[in-house]
């Protein structure tokens, strides 16, 4: 009787999908939920609408592989840095010059790692970095955009920038403090960032579908018919498909600390299922007390939700919806994607959509908070 009453409010997420749909909010989406709850599993997978409208219509399926977009904060460069942080190659309050000499200048010289988790390092939050490189590449007919040269040069960029407001003083959410962790990852681990998460995380965790598309390595087209499209650009005159939306993550040829990460939502499952399973002592695929430590609100500044890297539940107005426990973390992607998990109460979210694709109307996306509302009190039956 307890499972009937489940699925007949678990049915409401499938309605709840179909009206954001008909009402042009996104062309389509992959939930998958998961909930530990008196010793039984309990599980839900919503798949609806279109991962692709133009130039075909291709269905959405369980298995069809999303450009994760900030995401990638999370299940790459932070889960990367604690890995090294635990390792000991470096620690949380290291500056950020010690692995990046030139981020010294402008006085610059104390900000930490910590600061740039926390987005409290003062780094300006978001920089066009396409249009001066591709002014550049108008004038001079030299291929810059999407090279190795671009992305050294953006991060050289911001290790020369001033702050605008000193370390600390304000958390103010941006890319420019995770693209430059994701320079120091790879001056750590003295390889690419998508091959060391490669190497370090998602082989070990079999998380086939998890991975960067790097410009130089274009996809076929068997292989694009595997992912969801994204926006019609007018930068690249063209609907993005199986090629990273992000425009500084473009720019910088696909693989960056900020965004560039693919997955399906069967994969995004695991690596939240397995943080849920280190907090409660089922797997050491990473240290539990650093899981901990990084989970834990950093109060940088003071009132601040931000753990390090992870996002946690807002008092009011969270995108988690009203049923997340306080240790809960997750994280937003723009093209439609988040990730939620409860630790405590052993839930997790994965809520995949392609937003911004050829949609009529962009949504405000309280979507999110409703859809895990809903499967929350399903769940609570």
């Not at 010793?39 to 994760?68: K, Y």
């Not at 199986?242 to 960056?256: C, I, K, L, R």
């Not at 049923?323 to 988040?338: D, E, M, Q």
Request: hydrophobic share 45%; aromatic share 6%.
């Amino acid at each position: 009787m307890r499972h009937a009453a489940i699925r007949k409010k678990l049915a409401r997420v499938d309605r709840a999908l179909d009206k954001a749909i008909d009402a042009a909010e996104i062309p389509g989406a992959v939930v998958l939920a998961r909930m530990r709850r008196e010793g039984e599993l309990l599980e839900h997978c919503s798949v609806r609408g279109l991962a692709v409208s133009r130039p075909e219509r291709i269905p959405m399926a369980r298995e069809t592989v999303f450009d994760l977009a900030s995401l990638t904060k999370v299940l790459a460069t932070t889960s990367a840095f604690l890995q090294l942080v635990e390792r000991g190659a470096v620690a949380l309050d290291d500056p950020v010059a010690k692995v990046l000499p030139s981020f010294a200048e402008r006085e610059k010289e104390a900000v930490t790692f910590r600061h740039l988790l926390t987005h409290s390092s003062g780094l300006k939050p978001l920089r066009d970095f396409y249009e001066p490189l591709a002014e550049r590449e108008r004038k001079s007919g030299e291929r810059l955009l999407g090279t190795p040269a671009a992305k050294a040069w953006v991060i050289d960029s911001i290790c020369r920038s001033a702050l605008v407001h000193a370390p600390g003083e304000a958390a103010v959410y941006g890319d420019l403090d995770f693209i430059t962790l994701g320079a120091a990852i790879e001056q750590l681990a003295g390889k690419p960032l998508d091959a060391h998460c490669a190497e370090s995380i998602y082989g070990p965790l079999g998380l086939a579908s998890m991975r960067f598309l790097p410009l130089a390595q274009p996809l076929g087209d068997d292989a694009r018919r595997t992912i969801a499209a994204t926006e019609n650009c007018p930068i690249r005159e063209k609907i993005l498909w199986g090629e990273v939306h992000d425009p500084n993550s473009w720019t910088m040829g696909g693989v960056a600390g900020h965004a560039g990460l693919f997955a399906n939502a069967d994969d995004v499952m695991k690596l939240g299922e397995t943080l849920v399973d280190v907090w409660h002592g089922r797997s050491d695929a990473f240290p539990r007390a650093r899981l901990a430590e990084f989970a834990r609100r950093q109060n940088l500044p003071p009132g601040s939700d931000w753990a390090l890297g992870w996002d946690t539940p807002a008092a009011q107005g969270s995108s988690a919806g009203r049923w997340f426990s306080r240790a809960s973390i997750g994280h937003l992607g723009f093209t439609g994607t988040s990730l939620w998990v409860d630790l405590e109460a052993e839930c997790v979210i994965v809520m995949l959509t392609n937003r911004i694709h050829l949609v009529v109307k962009r949504s405000k996306f309280a979507l999110r908070a409703e859809i895990h509302d809903l499967i929350r009190e399903a769940f609570a039956e």
